[in-house]
């Protein structure tokens, strides 16, 4: 038998793992991803803050899934996401080794003044943790009440996440869209693996939303720390 070269063991095991989570609902394949995406806080010496590159764009891969299943009300949101998934992967694939971690990307980018720039990798990693936000909203008051009107659930998350940093233009495009959203047992049926009953998937967000909240919390540190919390849409 063929003895595995350096590094083609991880990409097998990634591959299986990817296999795995195609056929996981979106919720238990977000729940897998985070209970494996370990954030190294900012401390005294900022070098030793992390985040895994790549298993962070999977976790976005699988917000846009969710997103589709809100439907056309989404189609601009997802749009930006898969962009800024895109530059961070292209970003990620010049140097592996250097940028499997994000806040190499950050720093680099700081230290050459272009993190602020309009098609930065900054600005990207930046808005994908806002779209983070929105999700987490949604999820958390969608677990709470799961009868509770979608279109107020959508509006209320846009409002406490996305709407604050976008310009007039975006913010009138989502009221126009919003429109469009399916209602809550639409929703939660199409996000619902089969034979699962309503008890079970609520429960699977609930634990969701607890992973992804202190996530969260550790990433907006890091954002804040290179300065990017107040970046707004044009």
Known sequence: ???LKEGEGGKIREMKRSREIEKSSEINSAIEELSMLVVVKPGANNEIAHIPTKPFLSLCYLVLQVLDKIGPTMAVLRQDIHQNIKRLEVMHELNPS??????EILKSEASKGIAKKRF???????????SLDFSTALLESLAKDPKKNMEQIVQESYAATLSPWHGWI???????????????????????EKDENCDT??????????????????????????????????
């Open 1 to 3: 038998m063929r003895e």
């Open 98 to 103: 250097v940028n499997s971690n994000l806040v």
């Open 120 to 130: 930065s990798c900054s600005k990207a990693f930046a808005w994908l943790t806002r």
């Open 170 to 192: 975006a913010s009138a495009a989502f009221r126009v869209a919003i429109k469009l959203v399916p209602d809550s047992k639409t929703f939660m049926d199409l996000l619902k």
């Open 201 to 234: 998937q609520k429960e699977k967000m609930q634990i969701l939303v607890s992973l992804l909240v202190p996530f969260l919390e550790d990433i907006h540190r890091i954002i804040k720390l290179y300065n990017l919390d107040r970046l707004k849409s044009t």
